[in-house]
């Protein structure tokens, strides 16, 4: 336990000096490359307010904004969103426990997908500019709670059946949003194709606030019941034993990871595997206390999401890659290697 616990500050602190020097680096890939030591200059330069402006300060306009203006807001999102996901997909796991859980398989990000869809075709601004994170939310959670009705048998939860009624869910989310599409305004199509595919080539700066305090909150509230994680993850029966009420935190960190994960859809599209994947890499180093395994995973998620951009930014430049695509091919690959070993263990 002790030597678990070195691992995990040890590991803490390694990746988020890998983050902080992630976030340097990739801000200077793209097109148009710019030196870290540059690239660090004009953050400091417009952190501090000194230099910014002044036409000798050592960099031009031009590489200023693409620095200050396109990239870092961009790199930030990313860190942002895979953090956020990478949560997610720890708890999911737990509350379910089924390592094989995650927001893209069970069907949230679809319902989050449907969500978005529907505002930005049909409901505009109705509800100000909150719309489009609470249709993204409103369809994640009616996607878990209808992957949780069909996954529930004889009053419990089937994890066998869990899987499979989110890949159903998915179908029919994903389904819903074409049928928008059809009916709705051709023109659109470029911003559905977004919604479904992934991207973060939107970020900005105001768009930034929104997301981070949701995915800070998000993680705040998973950490918060680190325990009853933990008790989850031995199964049901375990859990009641240790005192834990089973439904009411099923319940609650369902509806937390609904609420991040239309967050996160709502600004940078459907980004899948990144909730799969983060939790199993972290596990054999931190061991699966959720104390340890959450920031962890945190971490690892946001660094796994910069790099996944830069290669979709940079594969084919000066077009984009949806990210969704890159992650998908990594993520599937992963989640193969995964079935694999699960069905030797049974």
């Known amino acids: 336990m002790r030597m678990r616990r ?3 500050r040890f590991a803490t602190l390694v990746l988020t000096l890998v983050l902080i020097a992630s976030i340097v680096l990739a801000t200077g890939f793209g097109p148009s490359a710019i030196a ?5 200059r004009i953050v400091v330069a417009h952190l501090t307010g000194w230099g910014v402006g002044i036409p000798a300060q050592g960099w031009s306009t031009s590489q200023d904004a693409v620095v200050w203006l396109i990239r870092l807001p961009r790199v930030l999102l990313a860190a ?11 708890a999911l796991q737990a509350v379910t426990a089924n390592r094989l859980a995650d927001p893209h398989l069970l069907g949230v990000s679809a319902g989050a997908t449907f969500g978005a869809v529907l505002a930005t075709l049909f409901l505009g601004a109705v509800f100000g500019p909150f719309t489009l994170s609470l249709l993204a939310f409103a369809g994640a959670a ?6 949780i009705g069909l996954a529930h048998r004889h009053g ?3 994890r066998d059946r869990l899987l499979l009624a989110g890949v159903a869910v998915s179908f029919v989310m994903l389904a819903a949003a074409n049928l928008l599409l059809y009916l709705g305004d051709q023109r659109a199509a470029s911003s559905v194709l977004f919604w479904t595919l992934g991207g973060l080539g939107l ?10 305090a949701v995915a800070l909150a998000g993680g705040v509230a998973l950490f918060g019941r680190r325990r009853e994680l933990n008790a989850l993850m031995t199964g049901d029966l375990a859990a009641v034993t240790l005192g834990v009420d089973v439904p009411r935190v099923r319940a609650e960190v369902f509806l937390i990871g609904a609420f991040v994960t239309g967050a996160m859809v709502a ?9 799969l994947v983060t939790p199993h890499a972290c596990r054999p180093v931190v061991g699966a206390e959720h104390a340890r395994l959450l920031p962890v995973s945190a971490l690892l998620g946001a660094v796994l999401l910069i790099w996944a951009d830069v290669l979709a930014r940079t594969a084919i430049a000066p077009e984009d890659l949806p990210i969704g695509v890159v992650t998908a091919l990594a993520g599937g690959g992963c989640f193969v290697v995964l079935l694999r070993a699960s069905a030797r263990r049974n």
């Open 80 to 90: 942002i969103v895979g953090a956020a996901l990478a949560m997610v997909g720890v």
């Open 36 to 40: 870290p030591s540059l690239t660090l």
């Open 6 to 8: 070195h691992r995990a």
């Open 267 to 275: 600004v940078s599209g459907a980004i899948g595997f990144v909730g």
């Open 156 to 158: 419990r939860l089937e």
């Open 142 to 147: 009616l996607a878990t709670l209808a992957v």
């Open 203 to 212: 970020a900005r700066w105001d768009m930034l606030a929104i997301p981070a």
